[in-house]
């Protein structure tokens, strides 16, 4: 990759920032289009945030993806934020206007629902969802699942107070709170079954949920993507389920992102997937 006055730039903010994947995604898509632009890791200490988001406009750049531990953190330094973004309180995407504003937007919404539909294109949306977990990745769920008029979204989380508290944040009366001990029979006619849990992920405890109540043909939707193929995915697979792995919504959500910031939409596909995996060890 080289780099000149004509370049086009974008960032990844985080601390630590070299776990990140998104410099290996979008110039694998730079790459593939042709497109004079870098993505950069940017290192950028929690205390030194608000100089860090101020200088993207002042150093050229065209916007940044933002990761742990400054998506909630970043919101005060922005001079905008979409509706959605504030409703999950939580930036991943910031794009640097003409003038050199900055608006902050939350692209997990829509990678997660690309990723469902693409992967699942029969998913009954009609049906109640069960949710296990309650955290940033959850509430990005809840946001994709009101937006696409799921009826009942079974929330279920190991914290009861914390499951309370992220439906008191949307305040949408089709958040249902389920104890931890009936998350296998909340999954009676659910036809849509997601874990945004780090359970079963390499290195963590496993997810322990009987799946005799879910229903043949369900969707069982993993945010898990090490392993690639959770125990959870593969007991769904194994009743009839419809498994969808966690890589997908990694790709999907980077898409808004790359659009704004270099002016392609990008196309995920499985030449990218196979990328990506071998990258990750998966």
Not at 50 to 57: K, S
Not at 223 to 236: G, M
């Given at each position: 990759?080289?780099?000149?006055?004509?370049?086009?730039?974008a960032?990844?903010?985080?601390?630590?920032?070299?776990?990140s994947?998104?410099?290996r995604?979008?110039?694998?898509?730079l790459?593939?289009?042709g497109?004079?632009?870098?993505?950069?890791?940017?290192?950028v200490?929690?205390?030194?945030?608000?100089?860090?988001?101020?200088g993207l406009?002042?150093?050229?750049f065209?916007?940044?993806?933002?990761?742990?531990?400054?998506?909630?953190?970043?919101?005060?330094?922005?001079?905008?934020?979409?509706?959605?973004?504030?409703?999950?309180?939580?930036?991943?995407?910031?794009?640097?206007?003409?003038?050199?504003?900055?608006?902050?937007?939350?692209?997990?919404?829509?990678?997660?629902?690309?990723?469902?539909?693409?992967?699942?294109?029969?998913?009954?949306k009609?049906?109640p969802?069960?949710l296990?977990?309650?955290?940033?990745?959850?509430?990005?769920v809840?946001?994709?699942l009101?937006?696409?008029?799921v009826?009942?979204?079974r929330?279920?989380?190991?914290?009861?107070?914390?499951?309370?508290?992220?439906?008191?944040?949307?305040?949408?009366?089709?958040?249902a709170?389920?104890?931890?001990?009936?998350?296998?029979?909340?999954?009676?006619?659910?036809?849509?079954?997601?874990?945004?849990?780090?359970?079963?992920m390499?290195?963590?405890?496993p997810?322990?949920?009987?799946?005799?109540?879910?229903?043949?043909?369900?969707?069982?939707?993993?945010?898990?993507?090490?392993?690639?193929?959770?125990?959870?995915?593969?007991?769904?697979?194994a009743?009839?389920?419809?498994?969808?792995d966690?890589l997908?919504?990694?790709?999907?959500?980077?898409?808004?992102?790359?659009?704004?910031?270099?002016?392609?939409?990008?196309?995920?596909?499985?030449?990218?997937?196979?990328?990506?995996?071998?990258d990750?060890?998966?």
């Amino acid at each position: 990759m080289t780099i000149d006055g004509e370049t086009l730039l974008a960032g990844v903010m985080g601390w630590p920032i070299a776990h990140s994947r998104s410099p290996r995604l979008y110039g694998y898509w730079l790459k593939r289009y042709g497109i004079n632009g870098a993505m950069l890791p940017l290192p950028v200490l929690p205390e030194r945030l608000g100089d860090a988001i101020r200088g993207l406009a002042a150093l050229g750049f065209r916007g940044a993806n933002v990761t742990i531990p400054h998506k909630e953190a970043v919101i005060p330094f922005l001079d905008d934020v979409t509706p959605l973004a504030r409703r999950i309180g939580a930036v991943n995407t910031i794009t640097v206007g003409r003038d050199g504003s900055l608006c902050g937007d939350n692209s997990d919404v829509f990678g997660f629902i690309a990723h469902l539909k693409a992967s699942a294109p029969l998913w009954e949306k009609q049906k109640p969802a069960v949710l296990l977990g309650s955290g940033g990745a959850a509430r990005a769920v809840i946001a994709a699942l009101i937006e696409e008029g799921v009826p009942q979204i079974r929330l279920v989380n190991r914290t009861r107070a914390r499951a309370r508290d992220v439906a008191a944040h949307f305040g949408d009366g089709r958040i249902a709170i389920t104890p931890w001990e009936e998350r296998e029979a909340a999954l009676s006619g659910a036809g849509l079954i997601v874990n945004a849990t780090s359970l079963g992920m390499t290195g963590k405890p496993p997810l322990e949920i009987g799946l005799a109540e879910m229903e043949k043909g369900a969707v069982a939707y993993d945010l898990v993507y090490s392993p690639l193929k959770t125990e959870f995915l593969a007991k769904a697979t194994a009743r009839g389920g419809q498994p969808v792995d966690g890589l997908g919504m990694l790709l999907h959500q980077a898409r808004p992102g790359f659009t704004r910031w270099f002016g392609r939409e990008p196309e995920v596909d499985e030449a990218l997937r196979t990328a990506l995996a071998a990258d990750l060890g998966l």
